[in-house]
């Protein structure tokens, strides 16, 4: 009887707090952030494009990195029920195949609304869903790489969000200036991602996905990540102060010693350190991220 009674518990549509819950709010975070950030770099006043930057702003947090949530969660649903089965695919609140439909129906709304945003948005859009795809779904799996997998998810977080909305708010190609300083913003997010991977390590070894924790050992990964997020911020410095924004170029500076005392900190214990650092190191990249972009707005004559 209490079998019986349990299986017709179970859920055959998922609710609506289980299918937010798919979406991870939480993350959509960076990529508005970016969104934000190219607006500003944009040097354009969005007084009278305000709908186009809201329509924005849903489509690089809900919709694109939303999407990728889904897609993700649905592949990895076997992973996640040895890493966290308390998930909400493998825990059963999102039945059946239901997962992968909410991934496929967010898609397509995505692509829905950068076409109405114009053609730069749209093609940037469709390059952020593939990538969003290709990482988790075969036959690619870009996340079964410790290399590539992070670079597609640091590209679709940081890099085109920054080129969507700087398209959408001027309506042309943003220019050369501002996709160098977004594609090194990318590059950065390559080692925050990296730092994810370490709450995973374990049931990543079993699935055999070679994350960099999982190859080279959290301690060899930690470092290899900090060094991937400095690097860039190093060439935004140089790249900024070249350009004749010295201001800027020292807060870059002094934010990258921010995240560098942070590191160190994590360095000493990264297993247990990883999410604490991604809770607060990362807070300095994305502010360094603001004032490159009002560096940018000033080249505009912003």
Same mark, same amino acid.
């Given at each position: ?5 349990? =299986? ?27 969104? @934000? ?8 006043? *969005? ?12 489509? +690089? ?66 390059? @952020?869903?593939?990538? +969003?795809?290709?990482?988790? +779904? ?30 959408? =708010? ?6 050369? =200036?501002?996709?160098? *300083? ?26 055999? !996905? ?10 060899? =990964? ?11 911020? !190093?060439?935004? *410095?140089? /790249? /900024? ?5 010295? *201001? ?7 934010? !990258? ?6 590191? !160190?900190?994590? /360095? ?35």
């Amino acid at each position: 009887m209490s079998q019986q009674v349990v =299986a017709r518990s179970k859920p055959t549509v998922p609710s609506l707090a289980a299918t937010v819950e798919l979406l991870k709010p939480i993350t959509w975070f960076a990529p508005m952030w970016a969104f @934000g950030c190219g607006v500003v770099s944009s040097g354009v006043s *969005i007084s009278d494009r305000w709908p186009y930057v809201v329509a924005g702003i849903l489509l +690089a947090g809900p919709l694109v990195c939303g999407t990728s949530q889904a897609v993700n969660d649905w592949y990895d649903r076997e992973v996640d029920a040895i890493n966290e089965p308390n998930r909400v695919i493998p825990s059963g609140r999102m039945p059946g195949r239901w997962g992968f439909f909410v991934a496929v129906a967010n898609t397509l709304l995505s692509l829905a609304v950068a076409y109405w945003l114009g053609p730069w948005v749209f093609g940037a859009a469709i390059v @952020g869903l593939a990538l +969003a795809w290709f990482y988790s +779904a075969p036959p690619l799996r870009l996340k079964r790489s410790g290399w590539y997998g992070p670079g597609a998810v640091g590209l679709c977080y940081e890099g085109l969000p920054w080129f969507t909305a700087a398209a959408a =708010a001027s309506g042309a190609f943003p220019g050369y =200036a501002t996709l160098w *300083i977004a594609l090194l913003y990318s590059v950065g997010a390559h080692g925050i991602m990296t730092l994810n991977d370490f709450k995973s390590v374990e049931g990543d070894r079993q699935m055999g !996905l070679a994350s960099l924790p999982a190859v080279y050992g959290v301690d060899r =990964a930690a470092r290899i990540a900090c060094l991937i997020m400095g690097a860039p911020q !190093l060439a935004v *410095i140089g /790249l /900024l102060s070249w350009w004749g924004f010295a *201001i800027h170029a020292l807060i870059v500076a002094a934010l !990258l010693v921010g995240q560098g005392l942070c590191m !160190l900190r994590m /360095l000493k214990d990264p297993l247990r350190r990883a999410s604490w650092y991604n809770a607060t190191g990362t807070t300095t990249y994305v502010f360094g991220m603001l004032a490159s972009a009002f560096a940018l707005r000033a080249m505009q004559g912003g």
